[in-house]
T-cell receptor, first 114, second 115 residues
């Protein structure tokens, strides 16, 4: 079964600094999703990547999927307190593209210090 | 993007009781999913709910414990039956939407604490 490994598990950065969160799979990723979660709340959709080498950006957040489609990274530029939260990567659990049942990494807890 | 509303957002429940969580979507969707997130853990899929058919449960989850209804294309319920403290979790529903039908959105979650 698909398993996702996120690193680091937690991250504390100074406001204004850049940071990167990684998501690695032992199997090919057919759909890789990034979400943000605030404590005790639902998931906010950030981005979805499907093609090897794909890169998407929204405001100060950029997500990339490597050419082999086994690793994704989420990069935040000039971090702000509003970026604090738990970042989760999720991927389609089946080898059939579009199966759409997600398995998730364990999450990365991001803290931004003023 | 889909707007997904869940009720209740939070509740404290007595052990042995059952609670039904509602999920309402602002547009018609074919597939709805229910996930559980135990404290400090990531999300685990409970079941897939399609309108007009029985829900499909993942390994480790059974219909007697987590009965699901899907009466129409915009609504679903998940019941957590005979609750124990181990059922304390955030329960989230999700749907697929977007061009190409491949973006997955989540509700705000229902945080249940069983005492």
């Amino acid at each position: 079964s698909q398993e996702l490994e996120q690193s680091p598990q937690s991250l504390i950065v100074q406001e204004g600094k850049n940071l990167t969160i990684n998501c690695t799979s032992s199997k090919t990723l057919y759909g890789l999703y990034w979400y943000k979660q605030k404590y005790g709340e639902g998931l906010i959709f950030l981005m979805m990547l499907q093609k090897g080498g794909e890169e998407k950006s929204h405001e100060k957040i950029t997500a990339k999927l490597d050419e082999k489609k086994q690793q994704s990274s989420l990069h935040i530029t000039a971090s702000q307190p509003s970026h604090a939260g738990i970042y989760l990567c999720g991927a389609d659990s089946a080898a059939i593209q579009g199966a759409q049942k997600l398995v998730f990494g364990q999450g990365t807890r991001l803290t931004i210090n003023p | 993007s889909a707007v997904i509303s869940q009720k209740p957002s939070r509740d404290i429940c007595q052990r042995g009781t059952s609670l039904t969580i509602q999920c309402q979507v602002d547009s018609q969707v074919t597939m709805m999913f229910w996930y559980r997130q135990q404290p400090g853990q990531s999300l685990t899929l409970i079941a897939t709910a399609n309108q007009g058919s029985e829900a499909t449960y993942e390994s480790g989850f059974v219909i007697d414990k987590f009965p699901i209804s899907r009466p129409n294309l915009t609504f679903s319920t998940l019941t957590v039956s005979n609750m124990s403290p181990e059922d304390s979790s955030i329960y989230l529903c999700s749907v697929i939407q977007g061009a190409g039908g491949n973006t997955i959105y989540f509700g705000e979650g229902s945080w249940l604490t069983v005492v």
